[in-house]
């Protein structure tokens, strides 16, 4: 069922996953007893950094990547981050961290100047993914799928896309069928998770013009990264 070269790429997206985390000195950081609004938005504002950076070498450990088009590269890493950490940042929910982090998280979000309407479709997704009990497997394919979405805004070469993504939409498939027998739309429900990541990616461009409104600075990578400042 799995082909020897899917079993190859699915071990090395995971490992890549992996590898690439947030320093464990930075994610302890959200232990930290202040709990202003100014505060968990600068805590945020790190993790977030923290995640761009694990993101992107993630993304250049995906077979083929390096070799896109180098404008292509940067479409695509702009058009998926908000993306890939929203499935990142779910995982820390769905994991029970055993330091707590989890409730900690949740509360600095629900208190770092994020208005309600944004609040609600956020906390619904996270809802929707960690009842999805994602394999790491399952995951790690779902950030790659993510990434390599030929139709983000200014990529030119679509088809070069379409070629990395379409081997791993084929294994994720298998191993939705595999790790889910019990649930044959297992593997519809994922990519259904996707078009929802699309809205708030949507809601996300509002929310930061929001933070910018009131004066909230970024680091120069997410500013570069969600073309701000
Ligand atoms: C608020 C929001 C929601 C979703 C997506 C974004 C970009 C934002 C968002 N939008 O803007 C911001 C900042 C700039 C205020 C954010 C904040 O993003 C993040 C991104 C990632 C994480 C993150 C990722 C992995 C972790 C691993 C571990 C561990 O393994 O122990 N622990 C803590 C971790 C924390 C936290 C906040």
Same mark, same amino acid.
């Given at each position: 069922e799995i082909t020897k070269e899917q079993k190859a790429l699915t071990k090395v997206i995971v490992e890549a996953y992996n590898r690439h985390q947030i320093p464990q000195d930075v994610a302890k950081k959200l232990l930290q007893d202040q709990y202003s609004v100014e505060e968990? $938005?600068? *805590?945020?504002? +790190?993790?977030?950094?923290? #995640?761009v950076q694990v993101i992107v070498? $993630?993304? &250049?450990? =995906? /077979?083929? $990547?390096?070799? *896109?088009?180098? +404008?292509? #590269?940067i479409a695509l890493l702009k058009g998926s981050a908000v993306e890939a950490m929203f499935l990142r940042s779910a995982q820390v929910f769905s994991k029970k961290m055993p330091n707590g982090h989890n409730? =900690? *998280?949740?509360? %600095? @979000? %629900? &208190?770092?100047? =994020?208005?309600?309407? !944004? @609040?609600? /479709?956020? !906390?619904n997704f996270y809802k929707s993914i960690i009842g999805l009990h994602m394999s790491l497997e399952e995951q790690a394919l779902l950030t790659a799928i993510t990434i390599l979405t030929p139709d983000r805004p200014y990529v030119k070469d679509h088809q070069a896309v379409e070629k990395l993504q379409e081997p791993m939409l084929d294994v994720l498939r298998k191993v939705c069928v595999l790790q889910h027998p019990q649930e044959p739309q297992y593997f519809a429900r994922l990519l259904g998770r996707l078009t929802e990541l %699309?809205?708030?990616t949507h809601y996300h461009a509002e929310m930061l013009t929001s933070w910018r409104m009131n004066d909230h600075k970024f680091t120069p990578l997410l500013c570069e990264i969600w073309d701000v400042q």
């Amino acid at each position: 069922e799995i082909t020897k070269e899917q079993k190859a790429l699915t071990k090395v997206i995971v490992e890549a996953y992996n590898r690439h985390q947030i320093p464990q000195d930075v994610a302890k950081k959200l232990l930290q007893d202040q709990y202003s609004v100014e505060e968990n $938005f600068l *805590l945020l504002t +790190e993790m977030a950094t923290s #995640q761009v950076q694990v993101i992107v070498e $993630f993304t &250049k450990s =995906i /077979p083929g $990547f390096l070799s *896109l088009d180098h +404008e292509d #590269q940067i479409a695509l890493l702009k058009g998926s981050a908000v993306e890939a950490m929203f499935l990142r940042s779910a995982q820390v929910f769905s994991k029970k961290m055993p330091n707590g982090h989890n409730g =900690i *998280l949740e509360e %600095r @979000i %629900r &208190k770092s100047g =994020i208005s309600e309407e !944004f @609040i609600t /479709p956020m !906390f619904n997704f996270y809802k929707s993914i960690i009842g999805l009990h994602m394999s790491l497997e399952e995951q790690a394919l779902l950030t790659a799928i993510t990434i390599l979405t030929p139709d983000r805004p200014y990529v030119k070469d679509h088809q070069a896309v379409e070629k990395l993504q379409e081997p791993m939409l084929d294994v994720l498939r298998k191993v939705c069928v595999l790790q889910h027998p019990q649930e044959p739309q297992y593997f519809a429900r994922l990519l259904g998770r996707l078009t929802e990541l %699309r809205t708030l990616t949507h809601y996300h461009a509002e929310m930061l013009t929001s933070w910018r409104m009131n004066d909230h600075k970024f680091t120069p990578l997410l500013c570069e990264i969600w073309d701000v400042q």
